[in-house]
């Protein structure tokens, strides 16, 4: 049974950091694509960053790039999405997501993923 736990979210400013978790329990992180999906009012879900440990591919939007990092920790079961210089179009509910059978060209996309989380809140306002 796989069960994805986010933890992390809040409130901060513009320009500030903060680091999501998602603690990841009956998932093989050797055979598992992991990925951040995050959810503004309104709007439609939307891939934030993914790593899989099979290919080594971690794709990432160009609208995160160079402030976002993902990453993992086998040890702990535990995956990670960095955020830095944070912006107000931020602001969204932030998902962790998991799929042993995700190929490369559906890292992101939310169909390609048959695990998720139940989200985390993250706000960034002045």
């Known amino acids: 049974q796989v069960q994805l736990v986010e933890s992390g979210g809040g409130l901060v400013q513009p320009g500030g950091s903060l680091r999501l978790s998602c603690a990841a329990s009956?998932?093989?992180?050797?055979?598992?694509?992991m990925a951040w999906f995050r959810q503004a009012p309104g709007k439609e879900r939307a891939f934030g960053a993914a790593?899989?440990?099979?290919?080594?591919?971690?794709p990432i939007p160009d609208s995160v790039e160079g402030r976002f990092t993902i990453s993992k920790d086998k040890a702990k079961n535990m995956v990670y999405l960095q955020m830095n210089s944070l912006k107000p179009e931020d602001t969204a509910l932030y998902y962790c997501a998991a799929s042993g059978t995700v190929i490369v060209s559906q890292m992101r996309v939310q169909a390609g993923y048959n695990y998720w989380g139940l989200g985390t809140q993250v706000t960034v306002s002045s």
């Open positions: 790593v899989s440990q099979r290919t080594g591919s971690s």
């Open positions: 009956g998932v093989t992180f050797t055979r598992y694509t």
